[in-house]
């Protein structure tokens, strides 16, 4: 593991960094956030797209000083807010939301989404 985490594999140019970061995601693999930072360009006029995966694996640490970052990537319209929102629902506890509400539905049908309290949200 300590190979796929390292500066040869995890950079910019590197075939596959989707993928890779998306199989970390689903195997909850905890990437090392300054190594996500790194993949986050900041944004600006000639900045590539980050990868969507490595925005959602830096939602999922829940770091204080990252809920800044993703709201504002988060902020317009573009393809970088649809990329980002993944992140920022993980920030806060939500993400796969959609699988959630859909496993619900399907185990007890729409009788599953009484009303009551929110939980609260996980920081």
Request: glycine share 8%.
């Amino acid at each position: 593991m300590a190979f796929l985490l390292s500066d040869d594999i995890l950079h910019h140019n590197t075939r596959d960094l989707e993928a890779i970061l998306g199989t970390f995601c689903e195997i909850k693999v905890e990437v090392p956030r300054q190594r996500l930072l790194d993949l986050i360009p900041a944004k600006g006029k000639n900045s590539a797209q980050p990868p969507a995966a490595a925005i959602l694996l830096l939602g999922l640490q829940h770091h204080p000083d990252d809920l800044q970052l993703l709201e504002r990537m988060t902020s317009g319209d573009g393809d970088l807010a649809e990329l980002a929102m993944p992140g920022l629902l993980a920030w806060h506890g939500l993400e796969g939301y959609r699988e959630r509400l859909k496993k619900l539905e399907d185990e007890k049908g729409f009788a599953g989404f009484e009303r009551g309290p929110a939980p609260p949200l996980r920081r």
